[in-house]
């Protein structure tokens, strides 16, 4: 049964942000199933568009062009705009199924009030406000209220792993409305290179570099690393503009980019502590073959020792040793990254996932249509 959706996301598009990159893969999913994608976004985004479906755009908002996450003073009307685009977008295409990725495109979803509403949760408010906004009990009490009182309200919720789901389970939502589905990721565009044992290898890291990433853990474990490889590098690949000291910054705009970013023998970081989103620069990590270190609350793809080493929270002393371990073990770093790409390939793949999500997605339509002509 082909069915005519609209995925939503409250962002611009595309732009290097797990959240796109997320939603993206998703709208590829459907795609590749023969589903009438239409993916409804704000007015503007930080690339050309290269899609194979359709993409309707809010109404651009003057003076709104913040690509990165978190609030803005423009963020209200731009929501707005991206509801009155998505109105405008089931009417004019008929959609039958509105896929919501994350909070905003969910609010916009239930003021359009079409049914049925699949849900993709990539965080859990109560646990990132406080990033963005500070003030730690007052902005995690509202996190958790929008938590407690909007999921719930979805026909169906996607989400990418087991504690975001019991979160949200605990704040009110129905165990049997919450799905466990894994990120999809198609691994083709990366590739492996040769581990060199014969010199140092960097270590590297790759995505934005707001709070949220934890940066100065990494930075402060690579300063203990130095002690004992002085010719480690760190770099660090961004399309944001900045300047961090012990570290040299690698333009990377896209995915092309960041392919051509991990295809050098090095040591992938990941020293995020937070844990109810899922990044999406792990599973890049593992596709490329590179050996990961992460913090265990950040480090759902990896099994530790097998596809990677996860350390505990914030304990800069077992980061370093963990990238000393693998700087100074190319035979690791050639096993890790060679079981992680195995992985990602086998349990992320977009053909596996897509059948997952294409159950769930008719399943609720079924469901809404059933109850439709029953009333």
């Given at each position: 049964m082909k069915l005519r959706i609209a995925m939503v996301g409250a962002c611009p598009y595309p732009a290097p942000q797990g959240s796109q990159v997320l939603m993206r893969n998703t709208a590829d999913c459907f795609h590749r199933l023969g589903h009438d994608v239409h993916l409804?976004?704000?007015?503007?985004?930080?690339?050309?568009?290269?899609d194979p479906w359709a993409v309707h755009r809010a109404a651009r908002i003057p003076f709104a062009s913040k690509t990165a996450p978190g609030p803005s003073l423009m963020k209200?009307?731009?929501?707005?705009?991206?509801?009155?685009?998505l109105r405008r977008t089931v009417r004019r295409q008929h959609i039958d199924v509105v896929c919501a990725h994350n909070y905003e495109a969910l609010l916009a979803a239930l003021l359009v009030g079409k049914r049925p509403i699949l849900y993709f949760a990539h965080n859990s408010m109560a646990e990132e406000l406080p990033y963005f906004l500070g003030g730690e009990w007052a902005t995690g009490r509202v996190g958790c209220l929008l938590d407690k009182y909007f999921?719930?309200?979805?026909?169906?919720?996607?989400?990418?792993?087991?504690?975001?789901?019991?979160?949200?389970?605990?704040?009110?939502?129905?165990?049997?409305?919450?799905?466990?589905?894994?990120?999809p990721l198609d691994g083709t565009p990366f590739r492996t290179v040769p581990v060199d044992s014969a010199s140092?290898?960097?270590?590297?890291?790759?995505?934005?570099?707001?709070?949220?990433?934890?940066l100065p853990l990494l930075l402060a474990a690579v300063e203990i690393l130095k002690r004992k490889k002085p010719d480690v590098k760190l770099l660090?690949?961004?399309?944001?503009?900045?300047?961090?000291?012990?570290?040299e910054i690698v333009p990377v705009h896209d995915l092309e980019g960041l392919s051509r970013f991990l295809a050098r023998d090095a040591v992938f970081a990941v020293p995020r502590v937070s844990w109810s989103g899922y990044p999406m620069k792990i599973l890049n990590a593992m596709?490329?073959?590179?050996?990961?270190?992460?913090?265990?609350?950040?480090?759902?793809?990896?099994a530790h020792e097998e596809t990677g080493l996860v350390v505990p929270?914030?304990?800069?002393?077992?980061?370093?040793?963990?990238?000393?371990?693998?700087?100074?073990?190319?035979h690791l770093r050639e096993k890790l990254g060679a079981q992680a790409r195995h992985v990602v390939l086998e349990r992320h793949q977009p053909d596996v996932v897509a059948r997952q999500l294409e159950t769930l997605m008719l399943e609720a339509h079924d469901?809404?249509?059933?109850?439709?002509?029953?009333?």
């Open positions: 409804v976004v704000y007015g503007y985004g930080a690339a050309p568009e290269r209200p009307l731009q929501d707005v705009t991206l509801a009155m685009a999921p719930c309200r979805a026909d169906k919720i996607i989400v990418p792993h087991h504690r975001l789901a019991g979160h949200l389970v605990v704040r009110g939502c129905r165990q049997e409305q919450v799905v466990i589905v894994p990120p140092v290898p960097a270590v590297i890291y790759a995505g934005n570099v707001d709070a949220y990433q934890n660090i690949g961004t399309a944001a503009r900045a300047c961090i000291h012990g570290a596709a490329a073959g590179k050996a990961v270190v992460a913090c265990e609350s950040a480090a759902y793809p990896l929270d914030d304990n800069v002393d077992a980061y370093a040793a963990a990238l000393l371990r693998l700087v100074e073990d190319p469901r809404y249509t059933t109850r439709i002509h029953k009333a």
